[in-house]
Structure formats: structure tokens, C-alpha cells
T-cell receptor
Framework: TQLLEQSPQFLSIQEGENLTVYCNSS?????LQWYRQEPGEGPVLLVT?????EVKKLKRLTFQFGDARKDSSLHITAAQPGDTGLYLCAGDTSGTYKYIFGTGTRLKVLA | DVKVTQSSRYLVKRTGEKVFLECVQD?????MFWYRQDPGLGLRLIYFSYDVKMKEKGDIPEGYSVSREKKERFSLILESASTNQTSMYLC??????????????FGDGTRLSIL
């Protein structure tokens, strides 16, 4: 079974701090997606990365796909309480319909 | 905006009952998925369907079946509910083609408790 390990599992920080969330696997992914899930709702797509070494920015969020396409990171600059939620990475190993989801990082940003 | 609607937000059933979870999407998407979400385990794929009447097993299909008679509707069936099937169930849909670059649109989930 392919696994996507995310770290840390939980993170509680003060507003204005920076943070990085990691998504790691021993498998190579054709593409990797990041989702955010808020309480009582389903996950919502933030970004898709497809090229090794690719960096994408979404306002204060920076996403990077590892050169070998086995890992990814999400960096948040100057976190805000609105960033609170569960962050999930999801990888596609073979261009199929199936996604492998990570274990999730639960982020809480305190005002 | 894509809308994926799950029929119930909360559901309580008894061991041994046959349970139906319904999901409807309004964007004419070919692909539909059922996941369960448990703390520390992320989302695990139960079944997915890439066309009407087509289905494929995901990673944890045991104890579940699915039905896709119409393009917009994908049903998850617990044949004989057991307590270890207590979980959050999420339905998703996506446009046709491979997983890469195709966002999945999720419903808000059904929290199912089996007593």
C-alpha cells in the first residue's frame, strides 16, 4: 500500500508566525495536490503541482514539489486565524483516477 | 460552482442494518468517488466510478458496495453495518481524464455512527 506521510500531525501557532508542512512518500507521483478542510466541510483544492522542483504560490501559501516527485511542502507566511484547518496532500502515482491521500496536518492559528 | 450533495450530514444506524449513503453532483462529471475519513488515517478510497454502471474497488472495499445507475448519482451501500464502519464518509466528483490536474470536488460528508 502506498503511503503519504504528513508532518507534523498537529500544529498550533500564533498569528503572524511562519510554518511549513511536509508530505513524504517512497513512491513517485505524477502529480500532487494540496487540499484544506474546515470543520463540517469537505476538502477544497488549493493547488496541483506536476513538475519536479515546481514552486507555486497562492497569496501567503507556497507549495513545492520535490525534484524526485516523491515529496512536497507547504509553507505559510504570516499565518492568520483563517488559515486554521486540516491540510491534506494527495498524490496520483500513475495518471489513473485514484488518489492517495496523506494522513493530514491539523493547523490551529491563534489570534 | 460544482455542487456535490450528500443526502445526510449525520446518520445513526444499528449493527446488521443495510445502510445507503447517497451522493449527487450537478456538474456532469464522469468520475465519482467514495472515501472514509478517520483521525490519523487521512482519506481512504472505498470505491470509485468513471462512468455510469462502471465501478472499481479502491483500497478498502470490504463490507461496501456501490451503485451508479445515473451519471449524477453515486450510492454507497453498507451491506450489513458493523461498528468498525463508524466514520466520516466523503463523496467526490471530478472531470474525465487522469487524476493529474483534475480537482476533486467534495461533498460536506456524512458522519455515520453504527451502534
Amino acid at each position: 500500500t502506498q503511503l503519504l506521510e504528513q508532518s507534523p500531525q498537529f500544529l498550533s501557532i500564533q498569528e503572524g508566525e511562519n510554518l511549513t508542512v511536509y508530505c513524504n512518500s517512497s513512491s513517485v507521483f505524477s502529480s500532487l495536490q494540496w487540499y484544506r478542510q474546515e470543520p463540517g466541510e469537505g476538502p477544497v483544492l488549493l493547488v496541483t503541482v506536476v513538475t519536479g522542483g515546481e514552486v507555486k504560490k497562492l497569496k501567503r501559501l507556497t507549495f513545492q514539489f520535490g525534484d524526485a516527485r516523491k515529496d512536497s511542502s507547504l509553507h505559510i507566511t504570516a499565518a492568520q486565524p483563517g488559515d486554521t484547518g486540516l491540510y491534506l496532500c494527495a498524490g496520483d502515482t500513475s495518471g489513473t483516477y485514484k488518489y492517495i491521500f496523506g494522513t493530514g496536518t491539523r493547523l490551529k492559528v491563534l489570534a | 460552482d460544482v455542487k456535490v450533495t450528500q443526502s445526510s450530514r449525520y446518520l445513526v444506524k444499528r449493527t446488521g442494518e443495510k445502510v445507503f449513503l447517497e451522493c449527487v453532483q450537478d456538474m456532469d462529471h464522469e468520475n465519482m468517488f467514495w472515501y472514509r475519513q478517520d483521525p490519523g488515517l487521512g482519506l481512504r478510497l472505498i470505491y470509485f466510478s468513471y462512468d455510469v454502471k462502471m465501478k472499481e474497488k479502491g483500497d478498502i472495499p470490504e463490507g461496501y458496495s456501490v451503485s451508479r445507475e445515473k451519471k449524477e448519482r453515486f450510492s454507497l451501500i453498507l451491506e450489513s453495518a458493523s461498528t468498525n464502519q463508524t466514520s466520516m464518509y466523503l463523496c467526490a466528483s471530478s472531470p474525465p481524464g487522469g487524476a493529474g490536474n483534475q480537482p476533486q470536488h467534495f461533498g460536506d460528508g456524512t458522519r455515520l455512527s453504527i451502534l
